[in-house]
């Protein structure tokens, strides 16, 4: 096996990590545990095999680690909206009335995604979050490109009733 330069990994690929787990979070402390999760499960990994894609592995698992804490999340029902955090990001939205309404619908859809099945969170988040196409979100998690389009279709009805609901 190779020798993997992991300092040079995490500075490559470390803000695509951080954004994706952060995206889906909404919360540093999550989001930096999350962070250490991915990089530790992907060393892991490329000791029992070599891994050809870093880009792909690192948005799959941060994907998965940000998904199973928004379900732990839901599970103890602490689900909270950091705003000392959100302060700090500028905003291009034009009235501080909108900018909640994007919070709450933020929250929302995070409390969605965690009931959703794990394959359809994980298909939703590649291509919206990540902006992966279908045949990327394919070969990430081998299953046809098609397929990726049918489960997009089933997720945003499900998202679309569960969101309904919450209303």
């Known amino acids: 096996m190779q020798a993997i330069n992991w ?15 952060y995206r ?3 919360n540093h402390a999550d989001a930096a545990d999350c962070f250490q999760e991915t990089f530790i499960s992907a060393l892991k ?16 698992l941060a994907t998965t680690r940000a998904i199973d804490r928004l379900r732990q999340r839901t ?4 689900v909270r909206l950091d705003t000392s955090a959100l302060a700090a990001v500028p905003s291009n939205s034009p009235s501080p009335a909108q900018e909640v309404q994007m919070q709450e619908l933020a929250v929302k859809l995070r409390q969605a995604l965690a ?11 590649l291509r ?3 902006d992966m196409s ?11 490109a098609n397929l ?8 945003r009805a499900k998202l679309r009733n569960l969101l309904e609901e919450q209303k």
């Not at 009931?115 to 988040?125: G, K, R």
């Not at 990726?148 to 997720?155: F, M, P, S």
């Open 45 to 60: 990994l490329s000791q029992r095999q070599r891994v050809r894609n870093f880009s792909a592995l690192l948005a799959h």
């Open 75 to 78: 599970r103890h029902e602490q």
């Open 134 to 144: 279908y045949r990327q979100i394919g070969i990430e998690l081998g299953i046809r």
């Open 7 to 21: 300092q040079q990994i995490i500075e490559k690929y470390g803000a695509i990590v951080w954004q994706t787990v």
């Open 128 to 130: 919206y979050l990540n």
């Open 115 to 125: 009931q959703l099945p794990s394959n359809e969170a994980e298909v939703f988040c």
């Open 24 to 26: 889906l979070l909404g």
């Open 148 to 155: 990726v389009g049918v489960l997009l279709h089933r997720v």
